[in-house]
């Protein structure tokens, strides 16, 4: 069983898009959508979810306000400014809470109390291109890169009850914390880049990451002729670092036409060279 992993150095470039085409031709794979902050793969795959969980991202501190003396000593030791005084009443800021208990700790009347925070969930789903597992995190959440730990562990555990050949992951965008829980472990990274001077920036300090973990990389150009000239600074960078272009593929309607129709390319035409691109690109990783 091989895990791969599809990333971009920034958002937008079309990740999603080419890893659900990947999905559509791959025989016997699990899927994993990595990006728990703004899952998308589901749009298009339109999963039947099969098993809901639960996840919890920290902890979040209250009040008991009747035995609360109003003493301050939580006010003065926050450091992330959470708690202030309202008409002589102690309130907890939620939304700046970091969850680190430190206020609960501190109070002298043992007023402050916390509770874990489940705001997401995550999800093993049943598709038209076999089983994925994803996650959904309410808005504000933290510990991403735990929850990318969670459903890829989820992942490999249904790989190994079904017998699955691969494990295709749809990353995160970026270097943070979730693309580096997405990188660990994986057997190919698959790069998706755009031809953008942000994207070109942005995929160096990806490739500087990946490399930290000493992980195969492949790179596809997509939307390569909407900047032909940063296309080709993008191509010569990937040639002076040794990593394999498998494909630089156009800026098609076609393409968001799909996404509309909640179909991958490959479901959507067949028959074209975008379509025949990304079957080459899926040979050459099988290989």
Request: charged fraction near 20%; proline fraction near 3%.
């Amino acid at each position: 069983m091989k895990e791969i992993t599809v990333l971009s150095g920034k958002g937008g470039t079309g990740k999603t898009t080419i890893t659900a085409a990947l999905a559509s031709v791959a025989q016997n794979a699990v899927l994993c959508d990595n990006d728990v902050d703004a899952a998308d793969l589901h749009l298009i795959l339109q999963p039947q979810v099969m098993e809901t969980n639960q996840f919890s991202s920290g902890w979040k501190a209250f009040v008991s306000t009747e035995i609360c003396s109003n003493c301050g000593a939580c006010i003065d030791n926050c450091r992330f400014g959470a708690i202030s005084q309202t008409d002589g009443l102690i309130q907890i800021i939620t939304y700046k809470c970091e969850g680190c208990r430190l206020c609960e700790r501190i109070c002298p009347s043992s007023a402050i109390y916390s509770k874990e925070s489940i705001n997401n969930y995550w999800y093993v789903s049943n598709t038209r291109h076999g089983k994925m597992v994803h996650a959904r995190m309410g808005p504000g959440e933290e510990n991403s890169g735990k929850l990318v730990t969670k459903v890829r562990r989820r992942a490999r555990e249904i790989a190994k009850e079904q017998q699955a050949s691969f494990i295709i992951n749809d990353g995160p965008p970026g270097i943070g914390c979730s693309a580096i829980s997405a990188i660990s472990g994986t057997d190919l990274v698959l790069l998706v880049i755009e031809p953008t001077q942000s994207g070109l920036h942005d995929v160096k300090r990806l490739v500087e990451l990946v490399r930290s973990f000493n992980i195969s990389l492949y790179a596809v150009l997509n939307k390569y002729d909407i900047n032909v000239l940063v296309a080709f600074e993008i191509e010569a960078y990937l040639h002076s670092e040794n990593i394999p272009l498998l494909a630089s593929i156009p800026f098609d309607k076609a393409m968001v036409e799909s996404m509309v129709n909640e179909k991958t390319i490959i479901e959507y035409l067949p028959a074209s060279a975008i379509t025949q691109s990304i079957r080459k690109v899926w040979e050459i990783i099988k290989q």
